[in-house]
């Protein structure tokens, strides 16, 4: 594991973020930097290239040090693919969608020398427009191989019955391949290399034969490849197996390894009531700046806070919007909480900023990076004009 950058510490990074307007986000580059380096040593040991995708974290103050170390950008449609294509020049634009818009795919063809499509109808639709482009992008397909490996989040799983995402092996059209060079499988979230090689065998019995005709195989994200512990040798042994065995070039296209524990929340109390127990009415909302904390759902780590009841003082921590629900969790902390106390949640770069909305006329956060060698850094904030410039 390389271990050449030294992030602050924990402890470190509230003083950091203090001086810094409220809420803020930070994106942590040497953070960053550590997970960069673990997927480039994937890249060179699997023999594959690794794309961010975008729908997890859209930072461009941070595509230039992306870049330096991936292949390129993967987008879930024509805005993502040209924030890639601009933010990342040089490097390639992937970009799937489960249906094009009218238009859509005619412009991606400009940007994006990847274009995948969800079914076979979408790829009669879209194929002579993307074939007699004159940037020749290469065409793919998503397939589904109808394996869940992946209990509790429903929502996540693609392999689910019913879903719309990828073609079944019942409605797999090979009379139809002609054009297409490649194969994209998405199944996967937050999850090992075990998960993929289980999912594997389903795939490969399914499309293993079609696979021997094309370029590329996309295995998708969900790859939880810089968490603590990831099984990266098994990773790589399978992606080295698929490429020998089928001669395909590979892609991963994670967004949350690309900055898992990368970014944090710096917020401050605006209040403390109580009713049955002390609750804490934030300057952050759930429901605006940490959606997955309502939709996954899932109970975000805070700095020096513990389980409730662990230490001496526990407190409900709610956001300032009128929604019931706007509830982040239970901590517990070493003092009582008062207005105007710091709180840093972490694990904050992936699916927040880029999913946040204004709801309630909520302001949203500012954006900032932070380093050892730079400090905190501020580089957005937002205002009124954001809210009204988006309702009309
Ligand atoms: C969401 C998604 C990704 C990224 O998934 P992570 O869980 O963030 O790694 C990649 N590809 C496709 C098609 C996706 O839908």
Redesign the pocket.
């Known amino acids: 594991m390389p271990d050449t950058i030294s992030p602050l510490s924990p402890e470190a990074l509230a003083p950091a973020l203090a001086s810094l307007p409220s809420p803020v986000y930070a994106v942590d580059t040497d953070r960053l930097e550590r997970n960069l380096e673990i997927l480039d040593l994937v890249q060179k040991e699997a023999g594959c290239k690794i794309l961010l995708?975008q729908?997890?974290f859209s930072f461009p103050p941070v595509y230039p040090q992306i870049g330096r170390r991936l292949a390129g950008t993967?987008a879930s449609g024509l805005f993502e693919a040209r924030l890639g294509f601009e933010e990342m020049p040089g490097k390639e634009v992937h970009v799937?969608k489960p249906a094009y818009l009218p238009g859509e795919v005619e412009a991606l063809t400009h940007i994006a020398g990847h274009i995948i499509f969800n079914s076979f109808s979408e790829w009669l639709r879209w194929r002579d427009t993307a074939l007699s482009a004159p940037e020749k992008p290469s065409c793919g397909i998503r397939v589904n191989p109808e394996y869940s490996t992946q209990q509790g989040h429903a929502i996540y799983d693609p392999c689910a019955p019913g879903s719309r995402l990828g073609v079944t092996a019942a409605e797999f059209k090979p009379e139809l391949l002609d054009g297409l060079e490649g194969l994209h499988m998405?199944t996967l979230?937050?999850q090992g290399a075990e998960d993929l090689a289980a999912t594997l065998p389903a795939f490969e019995e399914k499309f293993g034969r079609y696979l021997r005709r094309m370029k590329w195989l996309n295995l998708?994200?969900?790859?939880h490849i810089t968490r603590e512990g990831y099984n990266l040798p098994l990773l790589c042994r399978e992606v080295r197996r698929l490429r020998e065995t089928y001669g395909v070039e590979v892609y991963l296209?994670?967004?949350?390894?690309v900055a898992l524990n990368a970014g944090f929340l710096s917020c401050r109390v605006l209040d403390v009531v109580r009713n049955g127990m002390e609750i804490a009415i934030l300057d952050t909302s759930a429901a605006c700046h940490m959606p997955d904390v309502l939709e996954m759902p899932y109970r975000p780590q805070i700095i020096g806070a513990g389980q409730p009841g662990e230490k001496a003082y526990t407190c409900r921590l709610g956001g300032p919007t009128c929604l019931a629900g706007d509830v982040i969790g239970d901590y517990s902390f070493d003092a009582p909480l008062t207005p105007g106390c710091q709180l840093v949640f972490t694990d904050m770069a992936?699916y927040s900023f880029c999913k946040n909305n204004t709801f309630n006329g909520m302001p949203l956060p500012a954006l900032a990076t932070l380093s050892r060698r730079e400090g905190a850094r501020l580089v957005k904030t937002f205002g009124y004009a954001d809210f009204k410039g988006r309702l009309g």
């Open positions: 995708a729908k997890a993967t799937y998405h979230c937050e998708g994200g969900g790859h296209e994670p967004g949350e390894a992936i």
